[in-house]
């Protein structure tokens, strides 16, 4: 139930069709084999329960059977034996379903009756309802059930009702709790706003709209109360609290086989087997409801992706200009592609990206989201997620290839020659551990420090990262600081290692402006004194011009144009570049209406043949369409794939 | 910045239901308690504490005031006179009104007098200092198992991953299902009168012989702690797989940390805070379970005495059992509060 879910559904129409939604995840569940299996186990118990002790009158009352033949183990005439008593074990299992379901249902009853209302009114009402029904829920929790259920069967002995409804009251919280929680963000949703504003009343409201959303938790926190309840009901019947004998009920049939364990372990096995496989049915059919509820969900949230089938990949057609290689270049990405293995099939992310880093110099890695830029930059850490891998293309740092290396030798590599700076700062850092105590691990790992001096050398570390009052904030946890300390904090954790290259991806992205001016001052001031080398991701112009000698521009997995930053800027070479350029809200602070690009990035696996920018260029032509674009050197040392340029400079 | 007491009132709860008509004086209370959470906890909890022994304690003279006949009925049976059921009636304290009889109860209760068993005359306090030794050994032992093995397994299948995770996953749902009364039959049947490796009923106290106490309570723990462990793992693997999923372990991986600290130290200390939590209700969960596993082995813990009582409709005795469960229960919940301050930088100020 994400934001981004409701926002997908917002798009659509102002209220989801909430009575849509139902049947269509039931049919979804219907799909799950084992949620067919869990639903037809339980009928089937249901119909015993109903009609067993129609079909067979006499058991329920039955003292005592074949004397002669007690305790007898599985035989033709008695499939599962007989008991104690000499009486038939089926029988009586089949007829025992009755009281043993029907005090389950009492609870159940008790259950849902007060659970869904109260936790319905604590969600939807808030405020004083829900602080009043959130205490008598902790009151409830703090409550040793099965003692209170048997106070009350000590009062009103063998009533098995007052027994199963003080049992379903002392179990009503936690579905009034999970009904609460699912509450709360359908009512901050648009279309309940909506309703509310057109005056709809709030039983209206909370019984139409809301309950119907809600449904799903509810059947998870439902079929387990059932589950609870069975085991409990069998264990009061085990101790003979609520089904007088001789009426039979799995619990009592457990007990009667208990008095005999020793001669005849035979009889605990079928009453003890069929309440496993109830409640085991109950809690699956939970389980498989909430992974069927999660994936409704994600469904809804990923329903404008294309269906298309990924094309088996062709190995890349395309032989881009080799990087022009310097002896000094600190890291050169060769030919990159980078592809993940998906549920349709693999799919290419990042094709044939070329650049190189020289030792101090700053490389900026521009493009909209979804271009491959942060798929790149992980990749030269290794930290590709487990279905990602480098296909093709090399890695060089300092000379040496990373992609063959194997993690653990990356892993030496990370943090103490390659820092990395994210773009969430406030959960890069771990909540639970001070500032301090998580920077002095870093030192002491990459610089083998001893604890005392890592605790010194924090603090310095702090310091030199412009951070006020580092002793003090060493002593803080994360969330006591603000999103700029924190990525101030966590650019000191790159730092610690004194790594020779600093990959910061998106790091100005989640922060105020002002903060974002004053991290980059940072970022400048590390790489003017102490020549650190930076390589910074971004879609934002005024990072690169702040911070970047030269500028890689990254379209739908490609390297659309490289070179210097200010020819980028004055004359951008690729269409794409321009129109980014043009974008730019920095060009245009007073402007009205910020140009945009029309269109959006196409997903991996949907990229169009020939120039992947071709849907949405102006000056996109037959031959654009046609075939792969090659990156090309121009004239004046400048790099760009574009067929404007092809012709024209190509001998240059 | 978030203000020190809004985070500490966000962060536990009804912190704004008391805000408007503060005083001064209350108001500076107010600021002291959301600055030092390591007494705000307990003291929250234990005033919780008093409507819950209230409600528990009181349930059961309502009850009885709501059916027909009396104690005093049951004691003598319907062959005495009336003048000798009257006479029992105020010696009873019955002829009382209902809030007098609970407040008597309720001052012997500080006393520490509980009252006596309608039917044996043994003092309450006795059947229960009888039977505590037995329950708590149990449960102890109980939760130790669940503690080990749950956060064991649990971080184990969250490690390796793959089919170690799918085995953890399909075991707990098992344990889940097996009733625990059914399960120490099993136990007898296959340990004790099978194999003849423990004994399959009784209790042996610890200060008579260590090892026979292991020995007598080896099954019964066993029996009760399954269940358990195999949800005390699920929890655990759960909230590994969230943590070693989260960007901070991303990041601290990305800056070259090992995998050793990753785990342990890292995602372990927070996936510590949800597991902290479901160990405790787990706790008050075994509390119900002692109460059937102590008689399918014939331990004359304060379980067995408790359904004793409940089938001779001894009502002072359930009473006293049900108000030491309740003061267990508020002690295992002040525990977890303690150790969820502690693990949990984000609830105190």
Redesign the interface.
């Known amino acids: 139930m994400s934001v981004a879910a409701q926002a997908v559904d917002g798009v659509g129409s102002l209220a989801p069709a909430a009575a849509g939604e139902t049947p269509r995840f039931f049919r979804r569940l219907l799909r799950r084999p084992l949620a067919v299996a869990c639903l037809v186990y339980l009928a089937i118990v249901v119909g015993i329960a109903i009609f067993a002790p129609i079909v067979l009158p006499g058991v329920a009352s039955e003292q005592a059977g074949d004397l002669l033949s007690v305790q007898k183990g599985p035989s033709w005439h008695h499939l599962l034996g007989t008991d104690t008593l000499g009486r038939d074990v089926l029988d009586r299992l089949l007829v025992g379903a009755r009281p043993t379901l029907l005090g389950v249902a009492e609870a159940l009853i008790v259950v849902v009756l007060l659970g869904i209302p109260f936790g319905l009114a604590a969600g939807y009402l808030g405020g004083r309802v829900d602080?009043s029904v959130?205490?008598v829920a902790?009151?409830a929790?703090?409550?040793?059930?099965?003692?209170?259920v048997?106070?009350?069967?000590?009062?009103?002995?063998g009533s098995m009702l007052a027994g199963m409804c003080t049992l379903g009251i002392l179990m009503a919280p936690s579905l009034m709790r999970v009904v609460r929680s699912a509450t709360l963000p359908v009512r901050e949703e648009l279309y309940i706003a909506a309703a509310r504003v057109s005056g709809l009343s709030r039983s209206y409201i909370v019984s139409r709209h809301v309950l119907p959303r809600v449904s799903g938790p509810i059947i998870v926190q439902t079929s387990l109360v059932a589950?609870t309840a069975l085991?409990?009901q069998?264990?009061l019947s085990?101790?003979?609290?609520l089904v007088s004998a001789p009426a039979p009920s799995w619990g009592g049939m457990?007990a009667d086989?208990?008095n005999v364990?020793?001669v005849q372990?035979w009889l605990?096995w079928p009453p003890?087997v069929v309440?496993?496989?109830t409640?085991?049915a109950l809690?699956?059919l939970g389980?498989t409801v909430r992974d069927t509820s999660a994936e409704t969900w994600s469904a809804a949230l990923h329903r404008s992706t294309p269906r298309r089938a990924a094309s088996a990949l062709p190995a890349s057609p395309l032989r881009p200009a080799a990087a022009p290689r310097t002896s000094d270049s600190l890291l050169a990405l060769e030919d990159l592609s980078v592809s993940f293995a998906t549920a349709r099939g693999v799919v290419r992310v990042v094709e044939g990206v070329s650049f190189e880093i020289r030792a101090g110099e700053s490389v900026g890695i521009v493009g909209e989201s979804g271009c491959g830029k942060t798929v790149t930059a992980l990749s030269i850490?290794g930290?590709l997620p487990a279905n990602g891998d480098v296909a093709e293309g090399r890695i060089l740092f300092g000379g040496r290839d990373l992609t063959g290396l194997p993690q653990r030798e990356l892993?030496?590599?990370?943090?103490?020659e390659i820092?990395?700076i994210?773009q969430?700062p406030m959960?890069?850092?771990?909540?639970?551990?001070?500032v301090g105590t998580q920077l002095a691990?870093?030192l002491r790992?990459?610089q083998g420090l001893s604890r005392r001096e890592a605790r010194r050398q924090t603090i310095e570390l702090l310091r030199r990262v412009h951070l006020p009052d580092p002793e003090l904030t060493a002593m803080r946890?994360p969330?006591?600081l603000?999103g700029g300390m924190a990525q101030r904090v966590?650019i000191a954790?790159?730092l610690?290692?004194e790594p020779r290259l600093l990959i910061a991806d998106e790091p100005t992205t989640a922060l105020d402006v002002t903060v974002q001016a004053e991290i980059l001052d940072l970022l400048r001031e590390l790489q003017r004194d102490r020549g650190t080398t930076i390589l910074i991701v971004t879609h934002d112009w005024g990072v690169i011009a702040d911070l970047c000698d030269r500028a890689v521009v990254m379209y739908a997995g490609q390297v659309v144009e490289r070179g210097d930053i200010e020819p980028i800027f004055v004359d951008p070479l690729h269409p794409y570049t321009e129109a980014l350029l043009a974008s730019n809200p920095h060009n245009f602070p007073e402007a009205e209406r910020l140009p945009t690009i029309p269109g959006s990035v196409p997903r991996p696996g949907s990229w169009p043949t020939g120039c992947h920018f071709n849907p949405r260029c102006t000056y996109a032509t037959d031959a654009c369409r046609a075939a792969a674009i090659q990156l090309t050197r121009t004239g004046n040392g400048r790099e760009v794939r574009c067929n404007r340029y092809d012709r024209e400079c190509v001998e240059a | 910045?978030v203000s020190d007491e809004r985070?500490a009132a966000s962060t536990l709860?009804?912190g704004t239901?008391y805000g408007r008509a503060a005083t001064a004086p209350f108001r500076k209370l107010r600021a002291f308690l959301y600055r030092h959470p390591f007494v705000l906890v307990p003291l929250r909890r234990l005033l919780?504490?008093v409507?819950?022994l209230f409600?528990?304690s009181s349930?059961?003279f309502v009850?009885?005031s709501l059916?027909p006949g009396d104690a005093a009925r049951e004691i003598l049976g319907i062959n005495a006179t009336p003048e000798e059921y009257a006479q029992l009636r105020r010696s009873l304290g019955l002829n009382l009104p209902l809030y007098d009889q609970y407040w008597n109860w309720l001052r012997h209760a500080f006393e520490g007098n509980l009252g006596a068993s309608f039917l044996s005359g043994e003092k309450v306090t006795q059947v229960i200092g009888s039977g505590l030794p037995v329950t708590l050994s149990l449960i102890l032992l109980a939760v130790v198992v669940v503690a080990v093995l749950g956060v064991g397994l649990g971080v184990f299948s969250a490690v390796r991953g793959g089919v170690a995770g799918r085995l953890v996953d399909a075991a707990s749902?098992?344990g889940?299902?097996?009733?625990a009364?059914?399960l120490g039959?099993?136990l007898?049947?296959v340990f004790a009168?099978k194999l003849n490796w423990f004994p399959?009923i009784g209790y042996v106290p610890l200060t008579q012989s260590a090892t026979e106490w292991i020995r007598s309570l080896t099954l019964p723990v066993l029996a009760l702690a399954i269940g358990g462990v195999a949800g005390v793992a699920r929890q655990t693997r759960e909230a590994m797989l969230d943590a070693l999923n989260?960007?901070?372990i991303?990041?601290?991986?990305?800056?070259?940390?090992?995998p050793r600290?990753l785990y342990f130290?890292?995602a372990l200390?927070?996936a510590s805070?949800p597991v902290v939590t479901q160990l405790g209700?787990l706790t008050?969960a075994l509390?119900?379970g002692t109460?059937?596993v102590e008689?399918?082995f014939a331990l004359q813990g304060l379980g067995r005495l408790?359904?004793g009582?409940?089938?001779q409709?001894?009502?002072p005795v359930?009473?006293g059992?049900?108000v030491v469960?309740?003061l267990?229960?508020?002690v295992v919940?002040l525990l977890v509060d303690l150790a969820y301050t502690l693990?949990?930088?984000?609830v105190r100020a």
């Open positions: 602080r959130g205490f902790d009151l929790f703090s409550i040793p059930g099965i003692v209170l048997l106070m009350v069967l000590s009062v009103y002995p589950a085991v409990v069998t264990g085990f101790l003979n609290l457990i086989g208990a364990v020793v372990s605990i003890g309440i496993t496989l409640v085991l809690g699956l389980d850490l930290l892993a030496r590599l990370r943090g103490k820092g990395f994210s969430e959960v890069s850092l771990n909540p639970v551990l001070r691990e870093y790992l990459h946890y969330h006591e603000s966590a954790r790159a610690a290692g | 910045m985070l709860g009804r239901a919780l504490a409507p819950l409600v528990v349930l059961s009850l009885v059916t749902m098992l889940f299902a097996i009733p009364f059914w039959l099993i007898i049947v009168v399959a989260s960007e901070y991303r990041m601290a991986r990305a800056n070259g940390l090992p600290s130290r890292h200390k927070n805070i209700l008050i509390l119900g109460v059937l008689n399918v408790v359904v009582a409940t089938t409709h001894d009502l359930v009473q059992i049900a469960f309740t267990i229960v508020v919940n693990l949990n930088p984000r």
